[in-house]
């Protein structure tokens, strides 16, 4: 795979002097991400579109890179921007207030008055991934549960808990601010969640 | 304000708290109601499998796919070529 990615410091004089090494190496570290990121967003069928012709705007738009992030979040935000704006040009709206209004995943009548459970969990039978996802059953129902989310929120999951990402840099990639992101995080890990319990009743 | 969280109020702050991101006394809180709760543990735990579970599904893409990298590269060779390097003395 990728051998370890030199320094910003490193990449970016040599990004801008066009030094081809230079672009493998960014390509191999990054393109993957950028196109779970533009699948989280657009969808499987053209997110390898979104990210080539994010590739295309990250060079036009490096010299003017003023470094208040890092390179890995500036070209996810990229691809992020590209790929909303796809959306809006297919007239499919990828605001926040859509997704932030969306009602949060928790049955309300899971609850009694006091707030205690009044339909407690199920026991799911299952101790690790490994275990769940022996069922191809429990693994389509769950893409097919990640595939539904509002677009935001697949997008913060799909870069927290699918790539690993840090929740400020997440932020940054898709303009939010941390309470929100957390929110979007908070809501696509629940309606898993209620998914996967679904299948356990 | 009361020491305890309801069920309800741990399920609206599990995910903050595997993230380690809830402020310290609002912390001890949620563990004392965990303590005495069985159903809220096992919904943190659902929470907390639910999350590693997605971790190895993205593992397993990972491994699957392999984009055509050297494609990419070509595609940025041909666009650099239109666009002005900064190497200052071709620039000239
Ligand atoms: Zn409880």
Redesign the pocket.
């Known amino acids: 795979m990728n051998q370890q990615l030199p320094s910003d410091d490193e990449l970016i004089p040599r990004l801008l002097a066009h030094d081809e090494a230079a672009y493998t190496q960014v390509v191999s570290a990054y393109h993957g991400l950028m196109v779970h990121l533009a699948r989280a967003i657009v969808g499987a069928a053209i997110a390898d579109e979104v990210a080539q012709e994010a590739w295309l705007a990250v060079i036009k738009a490096l010299p003017r890179f003023e470094r208040r992030s890092s390179l890995k979040t500036w070209i996810l935000r990229i691809v992020s921007n590209t790929a909303k704006t796809r959306l809006r040009h297919e007239s499919r709206t990828v605001s926040l207030e859509d997704t932030l209004g969306d009602q949060a995943n928790i049955d309300p009548s899971q609850f009694n008055t006091s707030g205690?459970?009044a339909s407690p969990p199920t026991v799911w039978h299952a101790d690790t991934p490994d275990d769940l996802l022996a069922s191809q059953e429990l693994r389509a129902c769950i893409d097919t549960t990640l595939r539904a989310l509002p677009h935001l929120q697949r997008a913060a999951l799909t870069l927290r808990d699918m790539q690993g990402l840090d929740m400020e840099s997440i932020c940054k990639v898709l303009e939010v601010s941390e309470s929100n992101g957390r929110v979007l995080l908070h809501r696509a890990r629940n309606r898993i969640q209620a998914a996967i319990e679904e299948f356990y009743q | 304000m009361k020491m305890i969280p309801s069920?309800r109020e741990?399920t609206e702050q599990a995910s903050d708290y595997l993230d380690q991101n809830l402020p310290p006394w609002k912390r001890a809180a949620f563990r004392m109601?965990l303590l005495m709760?069985i159903?809220?543990r096992r919904h943190v735990k659902h929470l907390g499998l639910t999350i590693s579970t997605l971790g190895k599904i993205a593992a397993e893409e990972n491994a699957r796919e392999n984009s055509d990298i050297q494609q990419i590269v070509e595609l940025i060779k041909q666009e650099l070529e239109e666009t002005p390097g900064q190497k200052g003395e071709d620039c000239r």
Do not use: E, K, Q, S
């Open positions: 205690r459970w | 069920c741990i109601h709760c159903y809220c």
